[in-house]
């Protein structure tokens, strides 16, 4: 079984400002991680994976995402937000190695303030 | 590459009307292609697994006589709504997996589609 919760349904941030979004994940077995990202009334694009690589992994958009097993998280980051990262932001889980069922949070709404 | 299409983007019937939904990956082959139902300002909701040339794999509470997956081509699936009804309104969201790249469980997403039962 498998789960992911984000912290915080809505994260507002100013221009410039360091963008944090984040995930904690629940797996009994090792997991692979992802972040989505959602603009509206579009499908989900991703952002970045984890799968058992390197545990900081660096993904389009300037953002970057590190996976601490020991505190069970994937936290989102990117230095300096711009206006254009508004959007829905999911984080997901599955069971590592092929062909497994992915498990989405609840997604995480950031806004951009000029 | 790694496209994935979904035709109409959006979609108004009236009730008991039947829609269907294409889902198309245009430049990789799919076995694997899963239909999403998301409300508003809230996560996807699996509804069902879709693998090329067998039958629908359907989330529990989801109805498989009211929601009609066929996945006949490495490349298409298609979700019927049957006898729609204004419950039904939603997102609707597909995503495929590459047969080259299914190890990894990546997901490529469509752009949805938007329904709204009269």
């Known amino acids: 079984a498998q789960s992911v919760t984000q912290l915080g349904s809505h994260v507002s941030v100013s221009e410039g400002a360091l963008v944090l979004l984040r995930c904690n994940y629940s797996s009994s077995v090792p997991p692979y991680l992802f972040w989505y990202v959602q603009y509206p009334n579009q499908g989900l694009q991703l952002l970045l994976k984890y799968t058992s690589a390197a545990t900081l992994v660096k993904g389009i958009n300037g953002f970057e995402a590190e996976f601490k097993k020991s505190e069970t998280s994937f936290h989102l980051t990117k230095p300096s937000a711009h206006m254009s990262d508004a959007a829905e932001y999911f984080c997901a889980v599955s069971a590592s190695g092929g062909y497994q069922k992915v498990t989405f949070g609840t997604g995480t709404k950031l806004q951009v303030i000029p | 590459g790694a496209v994935v299409s979904q035709h109409p983007s959006w979609v108004i019937c009236k009730s008991g009307t039947s829609v269907k939904i294409e889902c198309r990956s245009l430049d990789f082959q799919a076995t694997t292609m899963f239909w999403y139902r998301q409300f508003p300002k809230q996560s996807l909701m699996l509804m069902a697994t879709?693998?090329?040339?067998?039958?629908?794999?359907?989330e529990q509470g989801v109805e498989k006589d009211k929601f009609l997956i066929n996945h006949a081509s490495l490349t298409l699936s298609t979700l019927t709504v049957t006898s729609a009804h204004p419950e039904d309104s939603s997102f609707y969201i597909c995503?495929?997996?590459?047969?080259?790249?299914?190890?990894?469980?990546?997901?490529?997403f469509g752009p949805g589609t938007r329904l709204t039962v009269l």
């Open positions: 995503s495929a997996r590459d047969r080259e790249r299914g190890n990894h469980n990546e997901q490529f």
């Open positions: 879709s693998n090329e040339g067998s039958k629908a794999t359907y």
